[in-house]
């Protein structure tokens, strides 16, 4: 079984930007799609990005032109490299096949904030 462990959160101020890691514990790649979650408070998690075995992506509208996901075979790790963030932006970050399936890793805290 795949266990995920995200990384790379943390504070940043508005028009900041971060880059989140996902280490994954097996193959990923027997799965069709690797994504970014995330979850504000109050919110439901959704899905803000994903990166296909035939390296297409897809980003939610929020984060079109500002997020990109990208992934590292050799190192079974996805990432998700965030610009210009926003306040709007603060949740916890998680990481997942798409659609998720696989256990639920900690998540990574991202807050924008000045």
């Known amino acids: 079984q795949v266990q995920v462990v995200e990384s790379g959160g943390g504070l940043v101020q508005p028009g900041g930007s971060l880059r989140l890691s996902c280490a994954a514990s097996?193959?990923?790649?027997?799965?069709?799609?690797m994504g970014w979650y995330r979850q504000a408070p109050g919110k439901q998690r959704e899905l803000v990005a994903f990166?296909?075995?035939?390296?297409?992506?897809n980003y939610a509208d929020s984060v079109k032109g500002r997020f990109t996901i990208s992934r590292d075979i050799a190192k079974n790790t996805v990432y998700l490299q965030m610009n210009s963030l926003k306040p709007e932006d603060t949740a916890v970050y998680y990481c997942?096949?798409?659609?998720?399936?696989?256990?639920w890793g900690q998540g990574t805290q991202v807050t924008v904030s000045s």
């Open positions: 990166i296909t075995s035939g390296e297409v992506t």
């Open positions: 997942n096949s798409a659609p998720g399936v696989l256990p």
């Open positions: 097996g193959s990923i790649f027997s799965h069709n799609a």
